[in-house]
């Protein structure tokens, strides 16, 4: 193997430019040149008119200097012509003709499927799990989600803070799509009262009487953590009607969200003010933190020594504290676990 490249893709996530340095010294190290390939799997698809907007030579002057930057230097995408056969035969021969030997591809799933149909196309890939979302079951940490819970404990202490002294409820929600981890975390390392997530079903009514019971204790300031696929889990409610009827517009159809739940809350719970904060794109765009540095570092290590071993179709993830991989496929198939009794803990006051 000579030349390797790498790109990011799907979501942005803390850590891909750690990755993607580390990737560049090993890649430097090991004598092997490196090609940065931007918007994820799109800057192969030749769509660009200069191959210049697609691909980059990374040298390590570059590359040494964005390691702590948040963000993706590459830039990084959703790919949607990936699921078609025919341009993914596009993007391997693309491979082929820059004499691209192998791929690193940094993302969640999504790209981990893209880079599966590489491998079966003969293009020799490796996966670093790059989401924050933490929704890959077969490692204990994806690059990104302990930066996220940071950023997201963080905002929920000070919003606890403004929360006590104006004796108001607070709703904050979080990411993570259909992965309810960031939430319990940040639920479980604030002291927040109520959690709610996509993996437990739950009742707009219930959630309102227990937070009466916290208000009758004393309690005015109790947060509901709610990650942002809670919604899909909740039981059927009818916002429209029951806004409409107690004072507050509400248009037909409109999605539920942390601003109309705050509203909910706040007519079921004798008008106490509850507030609603979306922490939103701040969770992605922070810097890393320690941990996902140095387990960008580590696993863009292993990816390309990999690579040089010619093994390919396998992903890194992270195992009782160390760095390990295993096959793209058993990754793909590991079933998820949601901790349940953390869960009931949280929720129990
Ligand atoms: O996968 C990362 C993530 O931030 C999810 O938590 C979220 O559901 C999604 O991406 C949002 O994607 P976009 O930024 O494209 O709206």
């Known amino acids: 193997m000579r030349k390797i490249g790498v790109l990011t893709s799907g979501g942005d996530a803390p850590g891909m430019n750690a990755a993607v340095m580390s990737i560049a010294r090993s890649a430097a190290l090991y004598g092997m040149p490196l090609v940065g390939i931007k918007r994820g799997y799109n800057g192969l698809l030749r769509k660009s008119t200069s191959i210049y907007d697609d691909m980059e030579d990374l040298h390590l002057d570059t590359v040494l200097d964005i390691a702590d930057r948040p963000g993706t ?36 799933d999504g790209s981990f499927h893209g880079a599966e149909y590489l491998c079966q196309l003969g293009i020799p890939c490796i996966g670093i799990p790059g989401t924050i979302d933490n929704d890959l079951p077969y490692t204990e940490m994806t690059l990104g989600y302990d ?10 202490r000070s919003i606890r803070a403004t929360s006590r002294s104006h004796d108001r409820p607070a709703v904050v929600e979080v990411m993570g799509r259909h992965c309810g981890d960031i939430a319990l975390t940040t639920a479980v390392s604030t002291g927040a009262e109520i959690v709610l997530v996509p993996e437990v079903p739950w009742k707009v009514e219930d959630v309102a009487a227990r937070l009466n019971r916290l208000i009758a204790k004393g309690n005015t300031r109790a947060t509901i953590v709610v990650a942002e696929g809670c919604w899909e889990s909740m039981e059927p409610f009818d916002m429209y009607t029951y806004l409409n009827t107690h004072g507050k517009r509400c248009y037909e159809g409109e999605p539920i969200s942390a601003v109309r739940f705050a509203s909910i809350m706040k007519r079921m719970c004798g008008n ?38 010619g093994i390919s179709n396998q992903v890194i993830g992270m195992k009782e504290g160390k760095v390990f991989y295993m096959s793209i496929d058993e990754a793909l198939r590991s079933e998820r676990s949601f901790n349940r009794e953390l869960y009931n803990l949280v929720n129990s006051l």
């Open 73 to 108: 230097y590459l830039r990084t995408a959703r790919c949607m012509e990936f699921h078609d056969p025919a341009w993914r035969e596009v993007a391997a021969n693309t491979l082929r003709a820059m004499e691209i030997d192998g791929l690193v591809v940094i993302g969640g």
């Open 147 to 156: 930066t996220a819970v940071n950023v997201c404990v963080e905002a929920v």
């Open 272 to 309: 106490v003010e509850a507030r609603a904060t979306v922490i939103g794109y701040t969770q992605r765009g922070a810097e890393p933190t320690a941990r996902d540095s140095a387990f960008a570092f580590e696993a863009g290590n292993l990816a390309v020594r990999l690579l040089r071993d």
